[in-house]
């Protein structure tokens, strides 16, 4: 099992911090958010290997993150996408599907965002993937109706498969999202070819699981503790609160 990390946007919302440093490098609590990601898949005996998809721009600096971080057991790998800026940008589903091409990857694969946090450790969604080998969505519950229009809505059936999926709803029905935290078996990996040639959005990573769940079973997975998507200069300051007083 290898574990893929997004890190090849380009973060416009939070200029100017990150027209010269990649968000997932942003510092949180005194340490790039990469270290704190890392942290919470210790103890995943199943994963041999980290993949760190990344853009031209900052190439160089996760190469050097990637010498110098000490929370990862398992080898780094860094891909450049070859993007260098947002107009040429792969999107995320484009960034995954370029990774499979460029490694020939024929693993299962777990995918998190760069610029997601967790304050509880993520072994407990790699156990169930692994043990469920079928694809695996991590949720959680933002607890709040206006929220969730800005991520995506889910309903499940009794079994925790997935059986309605909407990016950005006008009109949500529960307050439970989908995050960018997957778990990919490696026999479901072509369906990437298969979804970039439709003509299908590349760029959120939950569109391919609005795609997908229709074709293939999809689970959740409830992700414990606090999750943050740091997207803004708001999101990146709760994070700092959240993680400083765990420190």
């Not at 997932?24 to 103890?43: C, Q, S, W, Y």
């Not at 995918?111 to 993937?129: E, Q």
């Amino acid at each position: 099992m290898k574990l893929l990390i997004l890190a090849a946007g380009y973060a416009t919302r939070l200029y100017p911090l990150t027209e010269t440093q990649a968000k997932p490098l942003l510092r949180v609590a005194g340490r790039p958010m990469m270290d704190h990601i890392l942290e919470k898949f210790h103890g995943a005996l199943e994963i041999t290997e980290c993949i760190v998809v990344v853009n031209s721009k900052f190439a160089a600096n996760f190469h050097a993150w990637s010498k110098e971080t000490t929370f990862s057991p398992w080898p780094i790998t860094i891909v450049d996408d070859g993007s260098t800026s947002p107009e040429n940008a792969r999107g995320a589903i484009g960034d995954i599907l370029f990774t499979i091409r460029q490694l020939h990857l024929v693993d299962n694969l777990v995918v998190v965002a760069g610029d997601n946090l967790f304050t509880h450790h993520l072994t407990g969604f790699v156990s169930f993937s692994e043990q469920k080998n079928e694809v695996v969505l991590g949720t959680y519950d933002v607890g709040d109706l206006e929220a969730i229009k800005k991520y995506n809505n889910i309903s499940t059936d009794e079994t925790g498969r997935v059986t309605h999926f909407e990016e950005k709803p006008a009109q949500p029905t529960g307050t439970r999202t989908g995050i960018a935290l997957y778990y990919y078996p490696a026999r479901h990996l072509p369906l990437f070819e298969a979804y970039v040639a439709e003509g299908n959005n590349a760029d959120q990573p939950g569109r391919f699981i609005q795609w997908l769940y229709k074709r293939q079973a999809v689970y959740t997975w409830e992700v414990p503790g606090q999750w943050l998507d740091v997207g803004s200069k708001e999101t990146l300051e709760a994070a700092e609160k959240l993680f400083s007083r765990s420190v």
